[in-house]
């Protein structure tokens, strides 16, 4: 009797999809840094921090989502708390001052938020009194959301910060926004979009026009996204094999363990790997959806719909970059991107889901 | 419906629409991650092969090895011709930063224009970026020492090696050797088979060029997998090796062509000395020279214009293109055609008083008094225009003309040196064809005694006095060792040869030619003097300034019995033959004849000096007599 209720309540197939996910990504860091001086043992650093997302994972899996709810609004301005203390105090990497030196390791506090901002976004929606999303309650989404999505975008990291829109449009839609207002909203951010892009940096600029014409400047701005395909296509249908990837080990693939590591994949493992790491991204989203539909109360929906909102735009965001139909951000995939924080963070968003599913048969 | 149904009521309602907006939550996560791998299909399945393809290239380099240029030898082995290494400072473009910070250091540093550099590495934008650019060629161990001391101002210049063509003597060989230079378009459009490329050193002119084929080789190339900032990594896979140029071996003695050169000194002229038993070229220069060696690094603009500007033209091969009137040397051909043709025997006399009237025109000849009544002999040795006046009016130009394309005269020799000319043969159908004029009798009379319209090259003279010395074989003059062909005899009789070979010998025995003479090694030639200018006839040559004295010609052989060596020179503006052409030929034989000549006597006062001196002392010039003026 208590066996079975412990299974029940633990969401093994998704845990499994996360975890796989984690492990495909282990491999093809290894076979990304093999080559790069210094970073050749990277994998097992990604390994260790899989252990500490897992205990954290399991963490918050366990306490009652309820419970997190509770402290949702405090952990959220606690995160944003860091995000201000980021600025002021932080480690510029690459030029985006992102990173929060904790004794020894670095730290990412805007992955961190972006949980706190799924929880905090669930939250509010499942505690209002009115279940519409009009001026009111718009503007209080958009203070949660928009908040640390400014400061991070004030770091500068644009990428993070396009990561939060999926968040809030999901927020808006399952909030029960009205289709005459997101019509409104889409006239307005067309009419904008010249401002908008005259306040863009030029490089920025670059990296858009690149997307529409890759032969644009194959050397600079295009080279990163033509090297992707390039490694993307090469390794057709079945791959180069594991660790063969010449696009990756020749260094010709930028970033090929963090923001492109799916390239490697796709380059080593072929379509077949490619499609893969899809399904196994579709079934942790399924899983949410899942959930979501299972969930006894509002809160656990939004909180799935909300993690699923938020992995959904940053695969988009990452898979749109690698075969070339997004300008060039750095994003990680979900679970398989190298970065300890992102990976904690991606983690304890799957706990929430399989929190949620764990108690659909509570009281 | 109190208060309470109606919150239940929206309740379900929104609980249905969260419902809805979840599915479309799911349907676009449906289309968003089947639209990416549809993606992948495409980039994958439907263009893999075409990805596969760009990953090869960018993996792999193919980096060409050009082949080593083959060595030219003289007759002696001696290196005429070899390729050295060199150095080359380079910019190398791979992953290439502060290019203009570092040109500009650059400038301070070598004072190698900056705006020079920056539009040669504009210019390479399209080429892939592991070829480097180039920044000085056959840099200096000083130029890299200044570098390499600011080795943290230049971190993306290199030193590279590299091959020149080497060319020990340089001016001395320019003209037989010729230079090597990076191919061209027309070059390029011509030889079409793939043998060459872009950026290939072919052979430009001489036997560089005649013999391009031989001494080029065959590049190589190589596939070596390099990293993205362009370093090779692991193994390289064979590709082809190159074939180096075969060596190849002239007939030319590097010491004669030396002497030759010197001897020639400052004058503008020509000489070509040769084998007259096979046409195998010994020497063969043109005056004034270049450097070869200046070509072998990229020529720069001003280099090449002042050599193409230059006035008295160096890059002419003198000995080969350049025509003239051959004055005298003419009347040895002429004498053949008489005695062959019967229009004269040996015992045949004329009286010179001076001067002849001949078709209603006075003819002069050179000597004011006459030369009395002369033989075919004394005519010859003392180059009486007035016998040959005659002679060439009893011939006729049909004759001349048949005995000079017998003796090549007019006709390129085919030596193996590109650009010969044939000149302006003696010859009325070739007047009437190219002048669009009728010959005049008068212009035979001029061509009989080398003059009008006649226009020969050194090497075709050569060829001509080469016949008479060799008994009568045209051979034909080559710079290859393995390109003599077999001589074609003539139907000269021997009979006339030896009249034609007594009358040389006198030449330089007691004629216009004792400047040639050569102790103990007879000599045999003729001397001969091309009017540039009416005014010139009958003047004193010393009287004239330099510009408008006469062309100045000997062409001879030795030794006298049994010809070993054949030439012809030719001093532009020389005045006399035998005053400036033959003083050349002399020094060249002599050193020749070295080994068979007593030894040269020395300033400075060796115990057996004076002994010397005194043999030497039947020399007239080695005696320091002054010539005596004649042509």
């Not at chain 2, 980039?43 to 290239?57: C, H, R, T």
């Not at chain 2, 943290?152 to 010729?178: I, K, N, Q």
């Not at chain 2, 009893?394 to 000149?423: L, Q, V």
Request: charged share 20%.
């Amino acid at each position: 009797m208590l066996r079975r209720r412990l299974l029940d309540r633990l969401d093994v197939p998704t845990i499994v999809a996360a975890l796989g996910l984690a492990l495909v990504g282990m491999l093809a860091i290894a076979s990304a840094t093999a080559e790069q001086p210094g970073r050749a043992s990277l994998w097992q650093t990604q390994l260790v921090w899989l252990a500490i997302a897992s205990t954290v994972a399991l963490v918050v899996m366990t306490v009652d989502y309820h419970i997190w709810a509770e402290f949702a609004l405090g952990l959220h301005a606690a995160g944003v708390a860091l995000l201000v203390a980021v600025l002021l105090f932080g480690k510029a990497v690459g030029g985006n001052r992102s990173w929060l030196d904790v004794g020894p390791v670095a730290f990412q506090p805007s992955e961190f938020v972006k949980w706190t901002t799924c929880l905090a976004t669930a939250a509010f929606l499942s505690k209002r009194v009115h279940n519409r999303v009009r001026l009111v309650q718009g503007l209080q989404l958009v203070a949660i959301i928009g908040t640390p999505m400014a400061l991070i975008a004030k770091q500068p990291d644009m990428g993070t910060a396009l990561t939060f829109v999926p968040i809030f449009l999901g927020a808006m839609l399952l909030g029960g926004i009205q289709w005459r207002w997101v019509l409104g909203a889409a006239v307005v951010v067309a009419l904008l979009t010249p401002v908008g892009w005259g306040h863009l940096k030029p490089y920025q600029r670059e990296r858009i026009l690149t997307v529409a014409n890759p032969d644009r400047d194959p050397s600079g701005v295009g080279y990163q996204v033509r090297q992707s395909k390039i490694a993307v296509g090469s390794g057709r249908v079945t791959g180069k094999g594991l660790f063969k990837g010449t696009q990756n080990r020749l260094n010709f693939l930028p970033a090929q363990h963090t923001d492109f590591v799916l390239a490697v994949i796709a380059e080593e493992l072929g379509f077949i790997g490619a499609a893969g790491v899809l399904v196994l991204l579709y079934y942790v989203l399924y899983r949410g959806l899942v959930a979501a539909r299972s969930s006894q109360d509002r809160l656990g929906t939004y909180l799935s719909l909300l993690v699923v909102c938020w992995f959904t735009g940053q695969t988009a965001i990452n898979i749109g970059m690698v075969v070339g139909l997004m300008p060039t951000i750095g994003v990680p995939l979900p679970f398989v991107s190298y970065g300890g924080t992102a990976l904690i963070a991606v983690m304890c968003g799957v706990a929430l889901i399989a929190n949620v599913r764990g108690h659909r048969f509570v009281n | 419906m109190d208060y309470r149904e109606r919150w239940e009521l929206k309740e379900y309602q929104s609980e249905q629409r969260l419902g809805r907006r979840a599915n479309l939550l799911h349907a676009t996560i449906i289309v968003v991650l089947t639209g990416f791998l549809g993606m992948f299909w495409y980039l994958q399945i439907v263009k893999g092969v075409d990805y596969e393809l760009l990953a090869e290239n960018n993996r792999l380099r193919r980096i060409t090895m050009p082949p080593t240029r083959g060595v030219v030898f003289d007759r002696h082995d001696a290196i005429l011709a070899s390729t050295r290494p060199a150095l080359n400072l380079v910019l190398v473009r791979e992953g290439l930063q502060d290019a203009d910070a570092q040109m500009k250091r650059l400038e301070s540093v070598l004072g190698i224009p900056y705006q020079g550099m920056k539009d040669r590495l504009t210019a390479m934008h399209r080429r892939p970026t592991f070829e480097p650019l180039v920044i000085k060629e056959d840099v200096q161990l000083a130029d890299i020492a200044k570098v390499e001391a600011r080795r943290e101002w230049f971190p993306s210049v290199e030193v590279e090696e590299t091959a020149l063509r080497d060319y020990p003597d340089g001016p001395a060989v320019a003209h037989a050797v010729g230079y090597v230079g990076e191919v061209n378009e027309s070059q390029l459009a011509k030889i079409a088979d793939g043998s060459i490329q872009q950026g290939d050193i072919v052979g430009k002119s001489g036997i560089e060029r005649q013999y391009d084929e031989v001494l080029r080789g065959r590049r190589g190339w190589k596939l070596v997998t390099v990293n993205s900032l362009g370093r090779p990594f692991g193994t390289s896979q064979p590709g082809r090796i190159p074939e180096d140029g075969r060596p190849l071996k002239l007939t030319i003695d590097k010491t004669l062509q030396r002497t030759l050169v010197e001897a020639l000194a400052d004058e503008v002229g020509s000489g070509i000395f040769m084998d007259p038993r096979t046409g195998a070229v010994l020497a063969l220069a043109s005056t004034p020279g270049y450097d070869p060696n200046v070509f072998t690094a990229p020529v720069s603009h001003t280099t090449w214009m002042s050599l193409v500007n230059d006035p008295r033209r160096p890059l002419n091969d003198r000995a080969i293109s350049s025509f003239y009137a051959p004055g005298s040397t003419f009347k040895v051909l002429m004498t053949i055609a008489g005695l062959e043709s019967g229009a004269i025997t040996p015992s045949s006399t004329v009286a010179c008083s001076g001067s002849v009237v001949v078709y209603g025109r006075p003819f002069l000849c050179w000597k004011k008094g006459g030369h009395g009544v002369v033989g075919v002999h004394g005519a010859l040795v003392h180059s009486c225009n007035v016998f040959y006046y005659l002679l060439g009016k009893r011939m006729g130009i049909d004759t001349i003309s048949k005995y000079a394309k017998m003796f090549n005269i007019g006709e390129t020799t085919g030596i193996d040196i590109p650009g010969e000319t044939r000149g302006n043969p003696p010859s009325a159908e070739w007047k009437e064809r190219t002048r669009k004029e009728p010959w005049y009798p008068g212009d035979t009379i001029s061509v009989s005694i080398g003059q009008g319209l006649l226009a020969v090259t050194p090497v075709q003279m050569a060829t001509m006095i080469s016949a008479v010395a060799n008994g009568g074989s045209l051979v034909r003059p080559h710079l290859a060792r393995d390109a003599d062909v077999a001589p074609v005899k003539l139907p000269v009789s021997a009979g006339t040869l030896a009249v034609i070979r007594d009358a040389l010998a006198d030449v330089v025995e007691e004629g216009t030619a004792t400047r040639a003479q050569l102790g103990p090694i007879r000599v045999a030639g003729k001397t001969g003097t091309a009017q540039v200018f009416k005014k010139s006839a009958g003047v004193d040559a010393d009287k004239l300034s330099k510009d408008e004295r006469d062309h100045a010609w000997f062409v001879g052989y030795a030794p006298a019995e049994n010809p070993e060596i054949a030439f012809a020179i030719v001093v532009e503006h020389g005045g006399h033959g035998g005053t400036t052409a033959a003083p050349v030929a002399r020094k060249v034989l002599e050193a020749f004849f070295a080994d068979r000549l007593p030894p040269k006597p020395t300033p400075d006062a060796t115990p057996a000096a004076g002994q010397l001196q005194a043999r030497l002392g039947s020399r007239p010039e080695a005696a320091g007599a002054a010539p005596t003026p004649a042509r």
